[in-house]
Each structure stands twice: as structure tokens, then as C-alpha cells.
């Protein structure tokens, strides 16, 4: 049986994500000067993969990208090392006045390290003093992509159910698990 | 228990009479996410700007020509949802117990799948207390997903909800 660079990350990402991540990881707002860091992820097909949207494939779509979403957005931040350089983004967006979806997205070379992990705890214990309205915080993940399940689970959140041909995701019908989190929710460490 | 013979139609103006009978009912609407309406007036504003307008919203009668006793209605969603839609209905209280949400919400499933080409999955959301309603789902076909905890409004106060599915290939039971 052939196995193949991708399955290697995700059974790399299952086996070895400790609770604290190896390195130190922060999170601030991003900015335009933070593009070429974007195109690291943002052109990597391995990262898109459970994304609705198309690797990047010009500076100028990226920095379009950066002008009309990434900086009107309501709340996203930037994953950063101790260096201050992004290596992937987290955001959570308003679906109504009591419910945020979360979604995040992290250059596959820190894969597996507990990044995600961490930096969806640090959103999930602040965003509800952020935001007091806000009862519910969800998130919907691909019933293929296991490593993010992983990280949700990770955290606390719960896993309410499999929503079956919920979306399409590049021309395909697929199943999306639903988690969520709610401010009563304990973090797991 | 038989399933009863119900017809959909489109709403029409000419029968706001009969829906403010059900509309206007607070134990009709009590798990909808619309008031009732309160004067024929209102009812008419309902058809008018509610009803008629809808993508796909349906009254339901016992006879063909017969009185409006309630609703069905699906909404797709757009773009990545596209291939899902919600369901909603309600029926009049004296209707109660004879199986026609049942009845209209299989005939709604099955029209809407030939109407909206692009759909796949229709869902509703049901509140936990909502039992009549589950078992119409239930009945219906539709499968449970799982519970939603404040998952949304119900006239003011956040809800725990039950997400029901259907989806294309399931059977009707």
C-alpha cells in the first residue's frame, strides 16, 4: 500500500500532538506587511485541502484577499511564533447575534506540533469576554479531516453530531461534523 | 392510522380569512419563529409579504379547492448551501392528531427534491420540548442528527434544538 506525503502529516498529526505546543505561540491582528507570510500557507495545496477555497496563486489576489476579508473581519487573528511571523490564521465569525463559527488554518511544517491545538484554546477561553453575547461558539469540519476533529476535541469542545451532505466543498456534496463550545464548557489542557 | 389525502397549493390572498384561523393561534406558532398574527389585516400582510413571496411556500388543504389549514415551506440556502434546504410547517390545533403535517411534509420532500434540481438535504431544527413535531419528522423520515445546545432563538429566549435531516437517497417510511 502506497502512502502517500499527506496521510504521512495527518498520522504525524494523530500521534504526536501534545497538549502544550513545542514552541510558544501568540496571536495579534494581522496586517498587509504580513503577505508574503500568508502565501506560505495560502499556496500550499496540502493546507487548502479542506478549505473552500483554491490555493493562491499571485501576491495581488493575496493582498485583494487581505483588503476586502482579512482586515474588515470582525475577529481574526494571526498565528505567530515567537518572532512575531505569521504561520497560519484563526477567526471566529458571526453566524447571528449568540453564535460564532470558528475556523483556522496553519502551514503544514507546524503541523503536528499542537499549534492549532493551542491557539483554538486561547480563542475559546477569551472570546466570550470579548463577546458577551455570544452563547455559542461552532465549528463545522469535513467528516475526512481528522486532525482538526482531533483539535476540537482536544480543547473540550463537544461533537453534536455528522450533518450528512451539508456542503459543498469544490464541487462535492460532503458530511460536516458540528462541534461546539459553549461559555458553561471547561477547557481541557 | 391511515395517512390522509392533503393537496399543497400556493398561498393566495382570498384566503386570509382562514389562515388568521391558524395564524393567528399562539399554540400554532408557539415553536415558529413568527408571531401570530392578530387581525385579518395582519393575515393579509403575512400572505402578502410572507407567504406569497416565499421560494417555496405551500398551503395546505384537505380538498383541493378546500380552506387553508396550515403550511409547509422549504428555503434552500445559496451558494456552498445549495445543496440544502430548511423545512418549516404548521397546521391548524382543530387538525391535530390526523397525520397531515405528516402527509404535507412527505409531499413537500418529494416536490421539493424534483423542484430545486440542486438540492440534496433538507433539515429542520426542533426544539427539545417540541415532541408533536419530532414525531412528524420522525414519521416522515427524517433522521435525527444530533442535539444543538442554544442553538438559536424562539421568540426571544435561546433554545436548545434537535437538527433532523433528509436526504436525497433516504426512503420514505
Redesign the interface.
Known sequence: MEIDSSSMIKLETLSTVSSSPTEKIHLRPMTLSDVDDFMVWATDSNVTRFCTWEPYTSREAAIAYLNDVVLPHPWLRAICLDNDRPIGSISVTPVDKIRGEIGYVLGSKYWGKGIATEAVRLVAAEIFKENPEMERLEALVDVDNVGSQKVLEKVGFVREGVMRKFMYLKGNVRDMVMFSFLPSDSLQY | MESPIIFLRPFNLSEAEDVLKWAGDDDVTRYLRWDSVKTLEEAKQHILNKAIPHPWRRSISLLKHGRSLGYVSVKPDS??????ADLAYAVAKEFWGRGIATAAVNMAVEQAFEDFPEL??L?AVVEVENKASQRVLEKAGF?K?????????SKGV?KDMF?Y?F??DDCFV
Open positions: 451558494g456552498d448551501g445549495r445543496c440544502r440534496v438535504r433539515q433522521r442528527e444530533g442535539l444543538l445546545e442554544k442553538y438559536g432563538f435561546i437538527l435531516s436526504v436525497k
